[in-house]
């Protein structure tokens, strides 16, 4: 069964730039996966599983093609293997933390099939959602019902 992330949990980074993925989280994601550069100035967190299915769909993009070259380097260049400590603590890069401008405090936020991690400051920045008028027509053009 696919796992669904919901909810956002605030954490602190530590001084080795380790952060820790809630509990709830934990448990659908196992002993280890995939984080990596995402959208918006946050980061992905991937199940394995959902990883390498994105993955693959990397390797068939054209070598070719310069914006799938692109793609595949943002992704792929930026993705690390997470391993939780015994306290669910794991590493992220001064890269990853560059990326996503996270210093000290985190927002970790379920997103259905993903997770991301944001800076506190660039999650309360995103999350005003005081453009309700143009989610509701964004998820009408999308399709989406409640």
Not at 20 to 47: H, I, S, W
Request: charged residues 30%; hydrophobic residues 40%; aromatic residues 10%.
């Amino acid at each position: 069964m696919k796992a669904t992330f919901r909810g956002s949990y605030n954490h602190n980074i530590d001084a080795k730039g380790r952060i820790c993925m809630p509990v709830k989280f934990r448990e659908a994601l196992g002993d280890r996966f995939v984080v990596t550069r995402g959208f918006d100035g946050c980061l992905y967190a991937f199940t394995p599983d959902d990883w390498n299915a994105f993955d693959e769909q990397l390797q068939e993009l054209s070598i070719y093609d310069k914006g799938a070259r692109e793609v595949s380097r943002f992704f792929s260049a930026g993705s690390v293997d997470a391993e939780p400590d015994k306290q669910g603590r794991f590493q992220l890069s001064a890269e990853l933390l560059n990326h996503a401008d996270i210093k000290k405090e985190a927002v970790v936020v379920g997103v259905g099939s993903r997770i991301e991690i944001w800076s506190k400051e660039r999650w309360e920045d995103a999350s005003t959602f005081e453009n309700i008028e143009d989610i509701a027509a964004n998820m009408s053009a999308l399709g989406l019902k409640i």
